[in-house]
T-cell receptor
């Protein structure tokens, strides 16, 4: 019955590799997000999709590319991984993209780049 | 630069006391504010949202919003050791309606 799920939960990889993180929500929400939480626990928005359309695209290296095949899924692909990409990546979803739309978070993917 | 600021703590309170967590934000147009709790190694979970000036109560939690002074606070009454966590404040900013999170306040409730 998980509302927002992510795979994998842990990802350990070498610098220079390409990896993907997948997210799925079964809440029937229209909007999905990717956040990065660094070692100091600062949670920062990266991307957001509303009905499969990109609506938020923060200043993120273009090595990061989100893809939303449908409203229930939002994947994050990262090319040429760097040490600084090590963080916890959270997916979230909300009913819409307007005022007072509450965001619900997935369990997170801990990415470690060696 | 739109910002949300919180004292990183740790804020230590004895069990049974009131814990007071504060947050200030820079965007006067912000209308929606959220408090999330994050246990170590877990994802943020919503505690409360508040949109109007004044107080909003839910069980042991009270959120307070003062738009004129641009601050929002969270009071936790009868604090329990299980309340020990990092509390994240988020403001929803105008334009893209994206959340801007503060850096979080670590709360320790001492048994």
């Amino acid at each position: 019955d998980t509302a927002v799920s992510q795979t994998p939960k842990y990802l350990v990889t070498q610098m220079g590799n390409d990896k993907s993180i997948k997210c799925e929500q079964n809440l029937g929400h229209d909007t999905m997000y990717w956040y990065k939480q660094d070692s100091k626990k600062f949670l920062k928005i990266m991307f957001s999709y509303n009905n499969k359309e990109l609506i938020i695209n923060e200043t993120v290296p273009n090595r990061f590319s989100p893809k939303s095949p449908d409203k229930a899924h939002l994947n994050l692909h990262i090319n040429s991984l760097e040490l600084g990409d090590s963080a916890v990546y959270f997916c979230a979803s909300s009913q819409g993209a307007g005022w007072a739309d509450t965001q619900y978070f997935g369990p997170g993917t801990r990415l470690t780049v060696l | 630069q739109k910002e949300v600021e919180q004292n990183s703590g740790p804020l230590s309170v004895p069990e049974g006391a009131i814990a007071s967590l504060n947050c200030t934000y820079s965007d006067r147009v912000s209308q929606s504010f959220f408090w999330y709790r994050q246990y170590s190694g877990k994802s943020p979970e919503l505690i409360m949202s508040i949109y109007s000036n004044g107080d909003k109560e839910d069980g042991r939690f009270t959120a307070q919003l003062n738009k004129a002074s641009q601050y929002v606070s969270l009071l936790i009454r009868d604090s329990q050791p299980s309340d020990s966590a990092t509390y994240l404040c988020a403001a929803q900013f105008s334009g893209t309606y994206k959340y801007i999170f503060g850096t979080g306040t670590r709360l320790k409730v001492l048994a």
